[in-house]
């Protein structure tokens, strides 16, 4: 019986340590002083603190929409405003063409870094499976802090404090990964035919299935990769 109980705290602390959020004087302070307000905008949404997160961004119009589950369905919880980001629609296919990536993304708590240089800010994986069978190259892509960026969200400090603790809460409550989806606009056909011309037409088209899927399901897709496209269940 000992022994068993040995086995399970041994289980549980090895767990906790897959699943330890990095921390820094600046995030704990970032986290303390907005952790109060952004329980108040809980409370009047009918949402339990620390419920799980979804992520969506959008170049155009400059915007990141933080997404919490309720029931068995995800609901809008605040739009953020995109300080900055660099380069033009159309993602990111390799080192030093100053673009910001587009597609589907999943943040671990090991890819939160509270001693960036940008303040506070979040790996987002870049290059994943997608992107790494078509061979792009680049890393080290976040959304941050500040009004800076090659490559990357630059989010402002305000917000990136307010995301970096929902984030965290999430984390703490038990949420093992955090879906991430970067899309040029949103993915209507009146969009997409203002850009008939664009290189990434059939790409952004691709990107337009798993983003039908969350708007007709408000939950985000299993997002798969098969025959050099993305594949969503």
């Not at 969009?191 to 299935?209: A, G, M, R, V, Y």
């Amino acid at each position: 019986m000992a022994r068993l109980a040995l086995i399970i705290l041994l289980f549980m602390n090895l767990s906790q340590s897959f699943t330890r959020i990095p921390s820094s004087p600046l995030s704990i302070d970032a986290v303390n002083r907005r952790q109060e307000k952004l329980l108040k905008l809980d409370n009047s949404l009918g949402l339990g603190p620390g419920s799980p997160v979804f992520l969506r961004i959008f170049k155009e119009p400059k915007e990141l929409e933080v997404w919490i589950k309720k029931d068995q369905q995800y609901v809008l919880f605040k739009i953020y405003t995109i300080c900055y980001y660099s380069g033009t629609l159309g993602t990111k296919t390799r080192v030093g063409d100053n673009q910001a990536p587009e597609g589907f993304y999943v943040i671990l708590p090991s890819s939160m870094n509270p001693a960036s240089n940008y303040h506070l800010a979040f790996n987002i994986g870049y290059p994943n499976a997608y992107e790494k069978a078509k061979k792009y190259t680049g890393s080290e892509i976040m959304v941050h802090g500040d009004c800076v960026s090659i490559g990357c969200y630059a989010m402002g400090n305000e917000n990136i404090e307010e995301i970096w603790t929902i984030m965290v809460k999430a984390f703490e409550k038990g949420q093992d990964v955090i879906n991430l989806q970067i899309f040029p606009f949103r993915m209507t056909d009146q969009n997409l035919q203002s850009h008939p011309q664009s290189t990434f037409h059939d790409f952004w088209l691709n990107l337009k299935e798993g983003y039908e899927y969350f708007e007709n399901h408000k939950t985000p897709p299993l997002v798969m990769v098969e025959k050099g496209r993305y594949c969503f269940k």
